[in-house]
T-cell receptor, first 113, second 114 residues
């Protein structure tokens, strides 16, 4: 089945450690996104990529990094510079602006101990 | 700049009652508008979307929404609530200018009372 796979579903890390969240899609979509979700704040855009080897910062990119070496993959690294990394992270894709909707993965919950 | 406002972070309705979740947007260009539903610890699922054409949009699970340009609104309704409708609902807007960016509201948590 076509879809978006995020892993791991749950992740714990100690302060000062980097962690990488995986997002893989087999929908053949060009654009991919990372959102952060905190209670009462909706979804906030971290990074997005319209095409392979290109990506743009979103509204809250500080302390995060991404890469887009393959069309199917858009991993997010939460670095030790991110001051409050505990959150639910959502990966999404879309075919393009003329199609419209975002398709979401199941999310990854990161807890910093 | 585009923005989305959802009035009411929490809404409670009785089972069988009308569901009305409010969404207002601001956009300098005609927007694409979306409603998504999220169940606990899951991703978002599209309920319905407005791109062009008919302003009354029907979605899954009996939900519908009406695009009202004069009121800059896109409220979500369902005639009769079911217990399974309890979830968080997000309104979103995307730019039609090709920037690939989507703006989400802060969400409304719907509680359905037996």
């Amino acid at each position: 089945d076509g879809g978006i796979t995020q892993s791991p579903k749950y992740l714990f890390r100690k302060e000062g450690q980097n962690v990488t969240l995986s997002c893989e899609q087999n929908l053949n979509h060009d654009a991919m996104y990372w959102y952060r979700q905190d209670p009462g704040q909706g979804l906030r855009l971290i990074y997005y990529s319209q095409i392979v080897n290109d990506f743009q910062k979103g509204d809250i990119a500080e302390g995060y990094s991404v890469s887009r070496e393959k069309k199917e993959s858009f991993p997010l690294t939460v670095t030790s510079a991110q001051k409050n990394p505990t959150a639910f992270y959502l990966c999404a894709t879309t075919q393009g602006w003329n199609t419209g909707e975002l398709f979401f993965g199941e999310g990854s919950r990161l807890t910093v101990l | 700049a585009q923005s989305v406002t959802q009035l009411g972070s929490h809404v409670s309705v009785s089972e069988g009652a009308l569901v009305l979740l409010r969404c207002n947007y601001s956009s300098s260009v005609p927007p694409y508008l979306f409603w998504y539903v999220q169940y606990p610890n899951q991703g978002l699922q599209l309920l319905l979307k407005y791109t062009t054409g008919a302003t009354l949009v029907k979605g899954i699970n009996g939900f519908e929404a009406e695009f009202k340009k004069s009121e800059t609104s896109f409220h979500l309704t369902k005639p009769s609530a079911h217990m399974s409708d309890a979830a968080e609902y997000f309104c979103a807007v995307s730019s039609t200018s090709g920037t690939y960016k989507y703006i989400f509201g802060t969400g409304t948590r719907l509680k359905v009372l037996a």
